[in-house]
């Protein structure tokens, strides 16, 4: 998600193909490489934002998600301890098939996403993480992925600079109530 005129689409990365494997077509569809790499996995206290869809406790997933070798997002996923504690998702390794791979086998589908996008200046350790220069803002964006009956399983939060962002969507409207 980074560069002139980069253009990101949120449906590659939702549903059954592993995130990182998207990321990495994305990339080299644009003639770049992307990488990510785990930071950290495990059971901690939820952020307020999380907490409120999630419960106090969560498991987490923080990846750097690169792009030629610069780190050009910063990505988090929250799982409810209740399902993904013990299970690979807590354990800083990549995942074969992904997060997704994963909550299926335990049983888990979450067909219904939804995403807010905000805008806001970044953070310090953004700033750093991203090598972003003083004063640029970031574009965060929430991702809750819930099981057919509306429960919330997972939450992501995307932090990206939002110098030359632009973000795509493609919605389908037939059979939709």
Same mark, same amino acid.
């Given at each position: 998600?980074?560069?002139?005129?980069?253009?990101?689409?949120?449906?590659?990365?939702? !549903?059954?193909?592993?995130?990182?494997?998207?990321?990495?077509?994305?990339?080299?569809?644009?003639?770049?490489?992307?990488?990510?790499?785990?930071?950290?996995?495990?059971?901690? $206290?939820?952020?307020?934002?999380?907490?409120?869809?999630?419960?106090?406790?969560?498991?987490?997933?923080?990846?750097?998600?690169?792009?030629?070798?610069?780190?050009? $997002?910063?990505?988090?996923?929250?799982?409810?301890?209740? #399902?993904?504690?013990?299970?690979?998702?807590?354990?800083?390794?990549? #995942?074969?098939? !992904?997060?997704?791979?994963?909550?299926?086998?335990?049983?888990?589908?979450?067909?219904? #996403?939804? $995403?807010?996008?905000?805008?806001?200046?970044?953070?310090?350790?953004?700033? $750093?993480?991203?090598?972003?220069?003083?004063?640029?803002?970031?574009?965060?964006?929430?991702? #809750?992925?819930?099981?057919?009956? !509306?429960?919330?399983?997972?939450?992501?939060?995307?932090?990206?600079?939002?110098?030359?962002?632009?973000?795509?969507?493609?919605?389908?409207?037939?059979?939709?109530?």
């Amino acid at each position: 998600m980074a560069g002139a005129g980069w253009t990101s689409s949120s449906s590659l990365y939702a !549903g059954a193909q592993a995130p990182g494997a998207a990321w990495e077509q994305e990339a080299a569809s644009a003639g770049q490489r992307g990488t990510h790499r785990v930071l950290e996995a495990g059971l901690v $206290e939820a952020p307020e934002c999380v907490a409120a869809l999630l419960g106090a406790q969560a498991v987490v997933r923080r990846r750097s998600m690169d792009l030629d070798g610069r780190t050009v $997002e910063l990505t988090d996923s929250y799982f409810r301890a209740d #399902i993904a504690a013990g299970t690979a998702l807590a354990r800083p390794a990549k #995942i074969k098939g !992904g997060p997704a791979r994963v909550l299926r086998e335990l049983g888990v589908e979450t067909p219904h #996403i939804a $995403e807010e996008i905000e805008a806001r200046p970044a953070a310090e350790a953004e700033r $750093e993480a991203l090598q972003l220069p003083d004063n640029v803002w970031v574009l965060v964006m929430h991702r #809750i992925c819930r099981t057919t009956d !509306g429960q919330p399983v997972q939450v992501d939060v995307m932090v990206a600079s939002a110098l030359h962002q632009r973000l795509r969507y493609e919605m389908r409207t037939d059979g939709m109530t």
